[in-house]
């Protein structure tokens, strides 16, 4: 539901130099997402009317990268004014000029930030009656964090940026998460006052909660029992570790769900991955994007699904998919490579080391072992030799291959496309076929077999090969 009364504000402007990357830190990703989507996708969940993305440094990239999956979202450029007071500042100035309720701002590089942990902390806002509540953690290395300075009574006095932190201030465990819960109003109010008279130079939101004090109001604050949802990403280790962290939430969750996740240290799943129960991962597993996985099927090991569709109780081991369906109780693997449009009916095999690729494999079909089907259309029942290889290419552009239901092709068979297989077709072994094979036909590819006898001694000799041959000559 759609709370009028709560806007929702995103940091995503800083450059994020430590990472040292083309790329904007907050599209960064981990689980699927870049770690702003992450923030959104949780902002989204919460339903405010409201939500604006704060955006500056590699502006255009960040919005073409967002706009499409958060069109709720609402970009709001900053200028060249730096810090947090000014992003905030500017998006509380694109907000309807009536608009009179709670603003949640949360930073575009803290993707571990769950709904249920937000909406606890607005409920304590609310509760509180306090204009503005901030998050905080305890923890036991402060370094880098602005300091949660409390008064002779308990309550946030200030707070004190790490470059602006006397030794005493430094020393302070209480951090401030970076996310924050005020009235509309208060913002409004207090924005304008803030200046840039500290180390960085900039205009700190954290200078609202002093400003507050100054004028006897009070702040509240919400301390959070799990200090891994205040985590941000700054370097490419810290992206890593909360990479990890999030991909154990993921991963529990499937197993409560019901899946069998029998090596979760080896195990990824995308948040936007979907498994049913009695399904099971086998170590070293990755399933990625919004790959679905039906009831029964086994996964892995060793094996990478983007964007698969795995049917019930089908098996898929060591394998490499992308954009591939695969049937109700179908087997996949060992070392096969399923690239885009694959789709395996139910019952069908693709075997140890088969490549396959815009291919509709039919019913109880299979596919078992050192092949390549492309741009193929493959019907029920069908047994392609060891070594078919669909050659689809004529250096200039890709055609089809269709084969009909209950076709056999031999080992080693070329099948030079376009060409159709009637039902029922069969090859013989080493067949290259360059022309439609009627049902139940047998194609061949025949050439009468010569033997060159001697050939060997006369112009091998003194080989180990010449000399066994002259044994078992002399033996004949």
């Not at 109880?364 to 193929?376: E, I, M, N, Q, R």
């Amino acid at each position: 539901m759609t709370q009028n009364n709560l806007a929702i504000i995103v940091l995503a402007a800083g450059q994020g130099t430590r990472m040292k990357s083309r790329r904007p830190k907050v599209l960064h990703e981990i689980a699927g997402r870049p770690l702003v989507g992450h923030v959104l996708t949780t902002a989204r969940s919460l339903g405010a009317s409201h939500i604006e993305v704060v955006v500056r440094h590699e502006r255009e990239q960040v919005v073409t990268a967002l706009a499409a999956d958060y069109p709720d979202a609402v970009f709001v450029d900053q200028d060249d004014v730096p810090g947090t007071g000014r992003a905030v500042q500017v998006a509380i100035d694109a907000l309807p000029a009536d608009f009179d309720g709670d603003v949640l701002v949360l930073s575009g590089d803290c993707p571990l930030a769950d709904a249920e942990t937000l909406s606890s902390f607005l409920d304590e806002h609310r509760a509180s009656g306090a204009p503005a509540t901030l998050m905080t953690a305890v923890v036991d290395d402060p370094t880098g964090y602005g300091r949660v300075i409390r008064d002779a009574d308990g309550g946030v006095d200030r707070i004190v940026e790490q470059k602006d932190a006397s030794d005493d201030e430094a020393s302070v465990r209480e951090i401030n998460a970076g996310m924050y819960a005020f009235r509309s109003e208060t913002l409004r109010r207090y924005l304008p006052e803030i200046g840039v008279d500290n180390a960085q130079g900039e205009m700190y939101l954290t200078d609202v909660p002093g400003l507050l004090r100054r004028d006897g109001d009070r702040v509240a604050a919400s301390v959070v029992s799990d200090v891994t949802v205040t985590f941000g990403v700054n370097d490419r280790a810290q992206l890593a570790l909360v990479g990890r962290l999030l991909n154990q939430r993921i991963v529990r969750r499937w197993q409560r769900e019901g899946v069998t996740v029998v090596d979760p240290d080896t195990t990824w799943i995308d948040d936007d991955a979907t498994l049913a129960p009695d399904v099971t991962i086998l170590p070293n597993t990755q399933i990625l994007r919004a790959t679905v996985i039906a009831e029964g099927a086994t996964v892995g090991p060793d094996t990478t699904l983007v964007d698969c569709e795995v049917g019930a109780d089908a098996v898929v081991k060591r394998t490499d998919a992308t954009l591939a369906v695969i049937g109700a109780k179908a087997t996949v693997g060992p070392f096969s490579f399923l690239r885009p449009g694959t789709v395996l009916g139910a019952g069908g095999k693709i075997g140890a080391y088969v490549e396959t690729k815009n291919a509709e494999i039919g019913e109880s079909s299979k596919v078992p072992h050192l092949s390549y089907v492309g741009d193929a259309t493959i019907g029920r029942g069908v047994n392609l030799g060891a070594g078919t290889i669909t050659a689809n290419y004529d250096d200039v552009n890709k055609h089809r291959t269709v084969v009909g239901d209950e076709v056999h092709t031999g080992s080693h068979t070329v099948l030079v496309a376009p060409v159709r297989l009637g039902a029922g077709a069969k090859t013989g072994a080493g067949a290259v076929v360059r022309k439609d094979v009627p049902a139940g036909a047998l194609a061949m590819s025949v050439a009468p077999q010569r033997n060159i006898d001697g050939w060997v001694e006369k112009n091998r000799a003194g080989t180990g090969a010449a000399d066994a041959a002259a044994r078992e000559r002399s033996a004949e």
